[in-house]
């Protein structure tokens, strides 16, 4: 078997029965992460949701087909990129995850970008932007404040682009976020085309 099947296979296997913080007690799912394990670009969300906790899969509510519309504004597919999370099963209530969630769960996301070694990674939201920033030393204060923008740093001995965005469930409760978040694609199929 190709090796990253094989490494991913495994990961897969260990997110299914994980028992690292409390989060599985309440889930029905866990939610590994899903996509081509040759990306040129990884997307980064927050942590399963109802409807991902229900499916086992990442993105498949509302905030998913918001994504769906933004990835093929720019021409691309699901199958063409990989989504994960920062923590794999669902927060009760959509709580956001705790510190120490966030510290027992991201051992994986770091093996998913180290299989996945994409060029470009897009951090949706302030949980998934906070931890790759920490990862890269980078200060974060808000993802308003860098959204949009292109952070060009080494990651695991990986040259990569960061792109922060808004995470597409704000722009549920706030359409102007919509615009934004357009316009933050647009950026992403700029960088793609000059790789
Ligand atoms: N929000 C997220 O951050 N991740 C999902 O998988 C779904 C909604």
Known sequence: MD?????????????????????WRHAKNAVPGEGSLDAQVMFIGEAPGYWE??????????????????????GLRREEIYIANVVKHRPPGNRDPKPDEVEACTPYLDRQIKIIQPKVLVT??????????????????????????????????????????????????????????????????AILESL
């Not at 090796?3 to 989060?23: D, G």
């Not at 499916?55 to 504004?73: I, N, Q």
């Not at 980078?138 to 960061?162: A, C, D």
Request: one cysteine or more; charged letters at 25%.
């Open 3 to 23: 090796a990253k099947k094989k490494l991913m296979e495994e990961l897969i296997a260990e997110v299914n029965v994980c028992r690292r913080c409390q989060l």
């Open 53 to 74: 906790d229900l499916k086992g899969r990442p993105f498949v509510g509302a905030a998913g087909r918001l994504l769906d519309e933004l990835l093929s504004s720019i």
């Open 124 to 189: 949706l939201g302030r949980h998934s932007t906070g931890y790759v920033f920490s990862r890269v030393g980078l200060k974060f204060r808000g993802v308003t404040e860098v959204r949009g923008r292109v952070y060009l740093k080494r990651l695991f001995g990986m040259p990569i682009q960061i792109l922060p965005m808004f995470h597409p469930a704000a722009a549920l409760y706030n359409p102007n976020y919509k615009a934004v978040l357009a316009e933050d694609f647009k950026r992403l199929r």
